[in-house]
């Protein structure tokens, strides 16, 4: 019985131990990080020098594949370390050195490997520079391990981006690798073509990449909106291209070819009176049929709405709503008081 205490303290405090050195380590600061990382790569930096003094001093040279794959476990741990910490430029000088030890074992796979999860988490960020980049890498490791198939189609991918991205350096340097490539092929035509495109790009000054606007808040449905109990459409909410947007969805039961938008009075004997109509669009996605939607609220909306200082908008107690819309039967649905616009 006092053994099974034992046991059981023990159990607990080998939990509780474990449990603080985990604490510990969610705990470490960047300084911490960035300082492990360092040590790592110091380590391997040591460790591959000492084994090449070994082989120069006539130890076996199968010592240094035996160094660098160890080098690498080091390497890999330190990347994300880095990663962790957010130090992106250290983060990506790992990356060129891990996959540079890899190259150089011969061990393909995981050149790729690294370098395909590299150019996802870059995506992920947004990245597009450093996404492209690192896929430039990946066609330069490709090549340098004798698959020229795969690097003409990785660098043919980067001189796409580099393009829509404006990255002209990245891209001559794509096109220049390209060229080489396919001169080694035989495919001389190819190669000279490739080669002047890349001259013509590093004689021409680079504009740098293209400026990203900034994003813009998505809409919402203005304060002034409301949603007459007969229309054919109703504002919601819906995710339109991965963002949570305000949209108008057509609740009936036919196709909505055109819509139009105004400012009506809610009377005391519950009919809407139109006092006068919006400048306004409504944009589709995959058309207006039943259970779609526009996109009105992008030139509807406002702090209110956005012709309010125009003198266009809505004033005093008068809201926003659909006023008429017309379906793809040719029929059409009008609001009270439809006539007495102006």
Known sequence: ??????????????????????VNAQ?????????????????????RGETIKKVQAGADRKLIPESE????????????????????????????????????????????DRLTREVEYWRNRGNVAV?????????????????????????????????SARLRSLEANALSQLASLYQSAGRLKEAESYLASANKLWATPDPGPAKVPDPTPPP??????????????????????????????NRST???????????????????????????QGSNHGGARPGYYYQPFQALNGPLNRWTDEKMGCEGAAKMT???????????????GIDWLP
């Open 131 to 163: 996404q492209t980049d690192t896929l430039y890498l990946l066609g330069i490791r490709q090549s340098q391990m004798k698959r020229d198939a795969a690097a003409i189609e990785t660098l043919e991918q980067v001189v796409t981006m580099s393009r």
């Open 27 to 47: 705990q470490r600061s960047r300084e911490e990080i960035l300082k492990e990382a360092a040590r790592l790569a110091g380590d391997a930096d040591r460790m």
């Open 220 to 249: 919402t449905i203005p304060a002034q909106w409301i949603d007459l109990p007969g229309a054919p459409a109703a504002a919601e909410y819906r995710v339109v291209e991965g963002v949570n947007q305000a949209v108008l969805v």
């Open 69 to 112: 794959k160890l080098a690498a476990e080091s390497f890999e741990k330190a990347v994300e370390l880095w990663r962790e910490a957010g130090d992106d430029k250290r983060l990506m000088a790992g990356v060129n050195e891990l996959t540079r030890i890899y190259s150089v074992i011969g061990d393909y796979d995981r050149v790729v």
């Open 254 to 280: 036919k196709g909505i070819e055109l819509v139009m938008f105004g400012c009506v009075a809610l009377e005391a004997n519950k009919k809407t009176r139109v006092l006068y109509g919006l400048m306004g």
């Open 1 to 22: 019985m006092i053994h099974r205490i034992f046991l059981l303290g023990l159990l607990s405090l080998t939990l509780m131990t474990m449990s603080g050195l985990v």
């Open 322 to 336: 659909l006023i008429e819309a017309r379906f793809d039967d040719g029929s059409t649905w009008k609001a009270d």
